[in-house]
């Protein structure tokens, strides 16, 4: 597997670790904003 793959994985899995901190928060977190989230 490519570095840069690896990478982008990681960066997926941080995002989908602010969405779960965001469900505990009771924050409501629109599809766009999740996009944004997943390219940074």
Known sequence: MG???RNSAEKIKEA???L???KLNNCPTSPRKMRLVLIK
Do not use: P
């Open 3 to 5: 570095s840069r793959k």
């Open 20 to 22: 779960a901190f965001a």
């Open 16 to 18: 989908k670790k602010d």
